[in-house]
């Protein structure tokens, strides 16, 4: 049986789609729980369940072909950014079709790592706040996107973003006090 980061290169070099089939077995339980955890953080009654959120971003993922895929860590930081994107295109289509006044709301210190003081902010306000801060720095961006939303530790997110351990811990040190500013 290949490794995911063996399957990711026949795949990407080689246009290898049945590297995909191979896969997926490979990767699916990991998906998995990584769509449980993020819908975890989601309003009780949500309308998405685990497998459809697995299915819609693994659909996306196979899709990106200009992705270079370095590793096998870097494939589920990638995944899970997708998911991300997929709540929020989710929230903003519900929010949009029942014209809402109001937003969801996800506890900050949940989403940035048990932050000091417990506050709550709207899904779209953090994704706009994640926006400025890319444009602003586009390496804490990613730093917080590979932490928080990929559910990678210091050194997995070094070594996504071809970075020392330090830098990415300054950068997301940073970022924290960064969003819980522009969030509070």
Known sequence: MADVSAL???WQEQGDK????EMLPLVYDELRRLARFHLGRERPEHTLQPTELVHEAYMRLTAQHKMDWKNRAHFFAVAACMMRRVLLHHARDRSSVKRQAYSRRVPLDFALERIEEAADVDIEALDAAMERLAALDPRMAKTVELR????????????????????VKRDWVAARLWLRKELA
């Not at 049945?18 to 089939?21: C, E, G, K, N, V």
Request: charged content about 20%; aromatic content about 4%; overall charge negative.
């Open 8 to 10: 990711l290169t026949r």
């Open 18 to 21: 049945s590297a995909l089939d």
């Open 148 to 167: 928080v939303f990929g559910g990678l530790t210091i050194e997995e997110s070094a070594e996504v973003l071809a970075l020392s351990a330090a830098t």
